[in-house]
């Protein structure tokens, strides 16, 4: 008896501690965050800085994003295709496509692609560095490794999401297109004209503040997850993974709650 | 790599990210078409708006020629008041006929605006008196059976009376030549 209840105490006591250590790692991943905004002011003021890490970060994720998104375009169209033309209106071929791209899968597959292309990256990076002592070294020679090293790789991630995403977007609908017009014969006029009057100005700024916030929190993510690595090989390659997880599940959860606000 | 290559191709990444923006909101989005001029305020009160909902398109002969702006409810006569927002290089005459109608089968429902006779115009703030209350699917049902029933109790009558239709009928063929 006094046995299963210790053990079922000792369930408990791991559970709680798993609970409190996320709540901790999610206060010191807040803290990092205003720590980044607030030693921000440098690579503002030498924006090479920014622009070298846009170069891993976003060129670097471009072939990915524009190859993924032409194929889900052109998936998009073939899915859509198949059931629009039951009810005889294969013209609205490019509404969906367009509508799907714009408002959820642009910004939600870019963001999936570049937490697994660049975010990856970053945390690897990162961890390494603090695995070699990199960190503490730019901390001796008095330079603030908060803002030489993550500021700058966080504002290069919030800035290449949104042109991703565009990009993501736009290239899906000249998939989509493609497959309709080229392949099925839908009417290009129909295609095109049907599309611009269903899809809203207000679904592209959509796009852009669903693509900014998603930005954000998985370069935070990956930062974090680098910053907080344990520095052992182990460390960097759990943290590696814990990034892509929470990156994509924070990813999901943030569209519910921003689509569930832009549909009031 | 050299710095210089890499300014390249993040300016790159820039130039086809921005270009992409542009081509979404004018190409795949309606920035430009959605863009009404300068324009003047009618309302209308309708019984019944169906599904009619702000932002929808008022067009006269097919073509849109503004956007519906708000739609309230007036407590006083239980309408609801639609205000629309028309072009000002479109000009109405006092007694226009506003309609809402369904685009397609089960599309959206738009205000479609016939232009009368009069001499006056539209200005801003009239409102348009002749309205003609969206189809609602289930009043026209209602109605189609309520039809049915009154027809097939019109059927029931003369075949109880068939036994004296024939005489009446002899009568009258018989009494107009004669």
Known sequence: MANILSQIIRGLRKVGHRVGDQIWRL???????????????????????????MYFTGVMSLIIILVSAFFVGMVLALQGYNTLQKYGSSESIGVLV??????????????????????????AEIGLMKATEQLSAMEMMAVNP??????????AGVLSMPLLACLFSMVGVLGGHLVAVAQIGVDVG????????????????????????????????????????????EGVSHATTRTVVISALSVLGLDFILTSFMMV | MDRSTIDLWVGVLVALGVAAFFALATKVGNLTASKLGETYTVTADFENIGGLKPRAPVKSAGVVVGRVDRI??????????????IDQRYAFPKDTFA?????GLLGEQYVGLEAGGDDELLKNGDKITQTQDAVVLEKMISQFLY???????SDNKPTELKPEAPA?????LGDVPF
């Not at chain 1, 908060?146 to 504002?155: E, K, L, M």
């Not at chain 2, 309609?99 to 685009?103: D, G, K, L, V």
């Open chain 1, 27 to 53: 206060g010191a991943g807040a803290r990092l965050f205003f720590l980044t905004l607030t030693y921000s002011t440098e690579c503002f003021r030498r924006p090479r800085l920014i622009v070298r890490e």
């Open chain 1, 98 to 123: 367009a509508l799907a791209l714009v408002r959820e899968l642009g910004p939600v597959i870019t963001a999936l692609l570049f937490a697994g292309r660049a975010g990856t990256a970053m945390t």
């Open chain 1, 146 to 155: 908060i803002s030489r090293v993550i500021a700058p790789r966080f504002w």
């Open chain 1, 190 to 233: 129909a295609f095109w004209s049907q599309m611009q009057a269903n899809v809203e100005f207000v679904d592209v700024t959509n796009m852009l503040i669903k693509s900014l916030v998603f930005g954000v929190a998985c370069t935070m993510i990956a930062l974090f997850e680098g910053y907080d690595a344990p520095p052992t090989a």
């Open chain 2, 72 to 85: 309230d409810f007036d407590t006083k006569q239980y309408e609801a008041v639609v205000s629309i927002k």
């Open chain 2, 99 to 103: 309609n809402i109608y369904t685009a």
């Open chain 2, 147 to 153: 039809n049915k029933a009154s027809e097939s109790n």
């Open chain 2, 168 to 172: 009446a009928k002899s009568t009258e």
